[in-house]
């Protein structure tokens, strides 16, 4: 069986061991208003989003979803690509992924005004060394989503993409999610830890995702209307839910 948020597991371990990050200052070129992608598939092509409670297996049906339909699995290929674009190193971007550190007033003002679905905004170049680490992480994140899923044939796990991608023809958006017992269950196993832990670790990282989707997309990613498939692995196998996405895919590719 796959590790689900093997990233998040890392963090947790470079936090364990004291590891200090000194603050970096981010390129300007970070927050450069260059138009956004569209982030909508080719013809003939498809895009699949998956949310994920932490400890239901969400990362895992994803990569069999992707080895079964031969689309590319996209999850440490962002941190990847961002670290690499901002020119820092991947344990550091891996740590501000899906998190939120604090942002200035006004800017989380401006964020909480705007349309949260609304991603074609630009900052002005003479604001840009003002903006915040993590805004310029995010920004970057959501472009980096957009080319991907503008390129088509791929499965986006995690990181808004169901909200950035929303509405988009060619785009299926599923959310995997379970009972609280399965996924404690499931943690134990996976990261060798006890019950108490294993709840902690669950709590810890669903407020994490609710205060980042909040932050940046008004939401909490709980609402099913956001999404074509909601499956419950605590009554589906893996292979039930790798099925049941597969046979949406052919459905989903023909939209124009």
Request: hydrophobic share 40%.
């Given at each position: 069986?796959l590790?689900e ?8 371990k ?25 982030g909508?598939?080719p ?16 990362s ?5 979803v992707?080895k ?7 999850d ?17 971007a ?21 349309n949260?679905?609304?991603?074609h ?35 986006i ?13 060619r ?12 996924r ?41 209307n ?11 196998s893996?292979?039930s839910?790798?099925n049941?996405i ?6 989903v590719?023909a939209?124009?």
């Open positions: 069986m590790m948020d093997t990233l998040h597991g890392n963090a947790q470079l936090g364990a061991k004291g590891k200090s990050v000194e603050t970096r200052v981010l390129p300007e070129t970070a927050l450069a208003a260059d138009p956004m992608p569209s909508i598939p013809q003939g092509s498809v895009v699949v989003t998956v949310s994920r409670q932490f400890g239901s297996g969400g895992d049906i994803a990569h069999l992707a079964a339909s031969g689309l590319n699995y996209v440490q290929k962002i941190i990847t690509e961002v670290a690499e674009r901002l020119g820092v190193d991947i344990e550091y891996a740590q501000q992924d899906e998190q939120t550190t604090g942002i200035s007033g006004n800017i989380l003002e401006a964020l909480r005004s705007s949260p679905f609304n991603v905004y630009m900052y002005p170049a003479a604001k840009a060394q003002s903006q915040s680490q993590e805004l310029a992480y995010f920004h970057l994140t959501q472009r980096v989503i957009l080319e991907l899923a503008t390129q088509g044939n791929a499965i796990v995690g990181r808004g993409s169901q909200f950035l991608l929303h509405n988009n023809p785009t299926l958006h599923i959310h995997i999610f379970a009972p609280m017992e399965y404690i269950d499931y943690v134990m196993k996976q990261y060798q830890v006890n019950r108490a832990n294993a709840k902690e670790m669950i709590e810890q990282r669903d407020d994490e995702q609710a205060r980042y989707l909040r932050r940046y997309y008004g939401v909490d990613g709980q609402q099913p956001f999404y074509h498939l909601l499956i419950n692995t605590g009554l589906f893996f292979e839910a790798t049941f597969c046979q949406a895919l052919p459905i590719q939209i124009v």
